[in-house]
T-cell receptor, first 114, second 114 residues
Framework: AQSVSQHNHHVILSEAASLELGCNYS??????LFWYVQYPGQHLQLLLKYFSGDPLVKGIKGFEAEFIKSKFSFNLRKPSVQWSDTAEYFC????????????FGTGTRLLVSP | DVKVTQSSRYLVKRTGEKVFLECVQD?????MFWYRQDPGLGLRLIYF???????EKGDIPEGYSVSREKKERFSLILESASTNQTSMYLC?????????????FGQGTRLTVV
């Protein structure tokens, strides 16, 4: 069964600082990878996704993530955060074959101070 | 736009009551999921369904059951509510396409068991 680890539970940054959130997954087969974001009071929404091809994927609002297969990692990055990026970020994975059980990490709360 | 609708935003129930949480999606998605979201624990999968009348246990199915009689509707049932089931419950749906699609989430139901 797949599992996801997010090592940073809380991150506090000032505006314009760079962001990197770690995500590692555990699964023996091929996976699809996702980052979701939950802004305060809102429902979860997709930030970006990786299925295959270029391991560097770009998402909405200037976010990007890099899939490193050898490290089972899919870290989220943004060069310069804004106050509006304050949210909770979740990494998720599902298996390419069989049941498409979507498994999430424990999330990272990001607070960006103006 | 895909819409996932959960029947209630807030519920307060008494210990021992049977509780039904309803979820409806309007995009003909095959997969539907129920998660609970707790601070510091992220989203934990309770049950998912990949077709009408088909269901699979997630990571924390104890104390819960589900029903999917129609493709668009997925119900979560707490047979005998307990205080440790106080949580935010999230429903999601996705296409059955090798997992290569995003999941769309409802707004959540905050359940308090007293």
């Amino acid at each position: 069964a797949q599992s996801v680890s997010q090592h940073n539970h809380h991150v506090i940054l000032s505006e314009a600082a760079s962001l990197e959130l770690g995500c590692n997954y555990s699964y023996g087969g091929t996976v699809n990878l996702f980052w979701y974001v939950q802004y305060p009071g809102q429902h979860l929404q997709l930030l970006l996704k990786y299925f295959s091809g270029d391991p560097l994927v770009k998402g909405i609002k200037g976010f990007e993530a890099e899939f490193i297969k050898s490290k089972f990692s899919f870290n989220l990055r943004k060069p310069s955060v804004q106050w509006s990026d304050t949210a909770e970020y979740f990494c998720a994975v599902n298996a390419r074959t069989g049941f498409q059980k979507l498994v999430f990490g424990t999330g990272t709360r990001l607070l960006v101070s103006p | 736009d895909v819409k996932v609708t959960q029947s209630s935003r807030y519920l307060v129930k008494r210990t021992g009551e049977k509780v039904f949480l309803e979820c409806v999606q309007d995009m003909d998605h095959e997969n539907m999921f129920w998660y609970r979201q707790d601070p510091g624990l992220g989203l934990r999968l309770i049950y998912f369904s990949y077709d009408v009348k088909m269901k699979e246990k997630g990571d924390i199915p104890e104390g819960y059951s589900v029903s999917r009689e129609k493709k668009e509707r997925f119900s979560l049932i707490l047979e005998s509510a307990s205080t440790n089931q106080t949580s935010m419950y999230l429903c999601a749906s996705s296409l059955f396409a090798g997992g290569k699609t995003e999941a769309f989430f409802g707004q959540g139901t905050r359940l308090t068991v007293v």
